[in-house]
């Protein structure tokens, strides 16, 4: 049973360009977490997707950000017109039931 | 509001033990949780304890838990080399879905 994957691992975008992050929760997991590592910080909750559904965004900066979790596919975290605050790790998690969560390796957005 | 803090950085020789400490300040959680997340990786699942339980161990780890005070603590026995990492708490606010991580513990190990 595979963990939760993301990919790219690593992805490097200038100024303004946009970044689409990835993440495949582990199989039969409905609930996905999206959780943001700015450097020397600890990770800090954005977005609680369930398929078709977004049940938390509280922690998702109000513009240029969004989440979706789709019936098919991965979860996708779209970042639009990226600035260099935006250089940071972006942590994808999963759950069966909301419950224990499971952590994918991560994506390395750096900002030139 | 939400809130877990952690002390920075914990450097032990190896073979002594590493007591690393949490607070918290919100008790509605049924579980209290505890990641461990080496160099350019992801984060992994170490240990948890129930909210209704003081203690729990796991082989070389021990969590406590001081619910009047909201502390929580990962004690690791014989600590290892391979332990150098940083270590997070997480508290996850009932019925919220979402983890609330404290800034880290640096765990460093000397030979």
């Known amino acids: 049973n595979a963990g939760v994957m993301q990919n790219p691992r690593h992805l490097v975008r200038r100024r303004g360009q946009e970044a689409r992050l990835r993440c495949s929760p582990m199989k039969g997991h409905s609930h996905v977490y999206w959780y943001r590592q700015l450097p020397e910080e600890g990770l800090k909750f954005m977005v609680y997707?369930?398929?078709?559904?977004?049940?938390?965004e509280s922690g998702m900066p109000k513009e240029r950000f969004s989440a979706e979790f789709p019936k098919e596919g991965p979860s996708i975290l779209r970042i639009q017109q990226v600035v260099r605050g935006d250089s940071a790790a972006y942590f994808c998690a999963s759950s069966l039931a909301g419950e224990e969560q499971f952590f994918g390796p991560g994506t390395r957005l750096t900002v030139l | 509001g939400e809130d877990v803090e952690q002390s920075l950085f914990l450097s032990v020789r190896e073979g002594d033990s590493s007591v690393i400490n949490c607070t918290y300040t919100d008790s509605s959680s049924t579980y209290l949780y505890w990641y461990k997340q080496e160099p350019g990786a992801g984060l992994q699942l170490l240990t948890y304890i129930f909210s209704n339980m003081d203690m729990k161990q796991d082989q070389r780890l021990t969590v406590l838990l001081n619910k009047k005070d909201k502390h929580l603590s990962l004690r690791i026995a014989d600590t290892q080399t391979g332990d150098s990492a940083i270590y997070f708490c997480a508290d996850p606010p009932s019925n919220t879905g979402k983890l609330i991580f404290g800034q880290g513990t640096t765990l460093q190990v000397k030979p």
């Open positions: 997707l369930q398929k078709e559904n977004i049940i938390d």
